[in-house]
T-cell receptor, first 112, second 113 residues
Framework: SQTIHQWPATLVQPVGSPLSLECTVE??????LYWYRQAAGRGLQLLFY??????ISSEVPQNLSASRPQDRQFILSSKKLLLSDSGFYLC???????????FGPGTRLTVL | GDSVTQMEGPVTLSEEAFLTINCTYT??????LFWYVQYPGEGLQLLLK?????DKGSNKGFEATYRKETTSFHLEKGSVQVSDSAVYFC????????????FGTGTQLKVEL
């Protein structure tokens, strides 16, 4: 069976510090991968998605970047965090042939 | 572009009450439709889905029917429980590349004894 991991689960960072959130998927090959942000009391905003190693599509201009160094690894980064980067970050995967997405447990990021 | 509109929350119900959460969509083509549920502090879980018009998705007592004529996918449950308290998201699949989903803003449900 497939599983998706995210870490860390929670993170408190000062403004201006760097960020690295990691997501890994087990039990499948060549998945599509997605990063979402969920601000408090709001819906999900798609930030990035990837259909293969090294292939990243950005959905909104922002202070964040994403990378996919391995088939089942997706990393969300920032060089300098802003207060507005606070939120709940969710990683998801989907089979190439399907459209049903499976979500990880999320990372709660607080920027102070 | 594609969009999903959900009824505003929060919705507060007594246990065993009937639940309806409205969802309508705008899309080109024939998207698949989904309901996801998010329990406090957790990621999203797929609740049910429908891939074509008139399909009914169902799971854990929840149901939703894909209505092409009214572009709707309303979520229903005949008798809610306290454990159903969560945020519910309606979503549709993107017909373009990347299998992207477009989500509604979510509806918070609180069920009380």
């Amino acid at each position: 069976s497939q599983t998706i991991h995210q870490w860390p689960a929670t993170l408190v960072q000062p403004v201006g510090s760097p960020l690295s959130l990691e997501c890994t998927v087990e039990g499948t090959s060549n998945p599509n991968l997605y990063w979402y942000r969920q601000a408090a009391g709001r819906g999900l905003q798609l930030l990035f998605y990837s259909v293969g190693i090294g292939q990243i599509s950005s959905e909104v201009p922002q202070n964040l970047s994403a990378s996919r160094p391995q088939d089942r690894q997706f990393i969300l980064s920032s060089k300098k965090l802003l207060l507005s980067d606070s939120g709940f970050y969710l990683c998801a995967w989907c089979r190439t042939s399907g459209n049903e997405q499976f979500f990880g447990p999320g990372t709660r990021l607080t920027v102070l | 572009g594609d969009s999903v509109t959900q009824m505003e929350g929060p919705v507060t119900l007594s246990e065993e009450a009937f639940l309806t959460i409205n969802c309508t969509y705008t899309a080109t083509g024939y998207p698949s439709l989904f309901w996801y549920v998010q329990y406090p502090g957790e990621g999203l879980q797929l609740l049910l889905k429908a891939t074509k018009a008139d399909d009914k998705g169902s799971n854990k007592g929840f149901e939703a029917t894909y209505r092409k004529e009214t572009t709707s996918f309303h979520l229903e449950k005949g008798s809610v429980q306290v454990s159903d308290s969560a945020v519910y998201f309606c979503a549709l699949s993107d017909q373009g590349g990347g299998n992207k989903l477009t989500f509604g803003t979510g509806t918070q449900l609180k069920v009380e004894l």
